[in-house]
Each structure stands twice: as C-alpha cells, then as structure tokens.
C-alpha cells in the first residue's frame, strides 16, 4: 500500500506517513490504534514494540484469527477454500 493510500485510510498526509516510516516521528495514540487494529494486534502489543520490547508470542492460530479479522473478505474467502480443499483430500485419504 502506498504512503498515500495508507494516510488517506488513517486520514493523514502521506508525508505523515513518511514521517512515521522514517522514524523521524511516531503516530499520536489514536493513529496507533487505528494501526494495531488494522494489522491484527492490539494497542499495547504495538507500544510494547515501541519500546524496543518484544511481543509476546501468542498461539499461531489466535495470530491467524486476529489477522483474518481485518482481512479483505476475498482474501478471507480463498483461505477457506483452501482450507476446505485440504479437508476433502483429507477425509478421500481417510477413507471418509
């Protein structure tokens, strides 16, 4: 996603984005918010980063659901024909 693209969803300028990329300054807390969310994480795991802390690791599927959460719903419906494809070659070699 361009910089622009990505400070017209948060409704900033691109050259805030930049900004932020450049490390020259960071998001005010509500923009942090709005990231966290978007990218499947919350508010405090993105300021524990912040702060040069790591992340604590959570289980690889509430990871997954977190981020099919803010997926688009086309990306979110190819996973789950992918999943149900790997269901049915399972249960033909199960002999279900």
């Given at each position: 996603?361009?910089?622009?693209?990505?400070?017209?969803?948060?409704?900033?300028?691109?050259?805030?984005?930049?900004?932020?990329?450049?490390?020259?300054?960071?998001?005010?807390?509500?923009?942090?918010?709005q990231?966290?969310?978007?990218?499947?994480?919350?508010?405090?795991?993105?300021?524990?980063?912040?702060?040069?802390?790591?992340?604590?690791?959570?289980?690889?599927?509430?990871?997954?659901?977190?981020?099919?959460?803010?997926?688009?719903?086309?990306?979110v419906?190819?996973?789950?024909?992918?999943?149900?494809?790997?269901?049915?070659?399972?249960?033909?070699?199960?002999?279900?």
């Amino acid at each position: 996603m361009s910089q622009r693209a990505f400070g017209k969803l948060l409704g900033v300028s691109a050259t805030a984005v930049q900004y932020w990329e450049k490390g020259v300054t960071v998001p005010d807390m509500e923009n942090l918010a709005q990231i966290a969310k978007r990218a499947g994480y919350t508010l405090e795991e993105i300021l524990s980063c912040l702060e040069g802390k790591p992340v604590s690791e959570s289980s690889d599927l509430n990871q997954i659901l977190r981020q099919i959460k803010y997926m688009p719903l086309t990306q979110v419906a190819m996973i789950v024909q992918a999943a149900a494809e790997r269901f049915a070659t399972a249960a033909e070699s199960s002999g279900s």
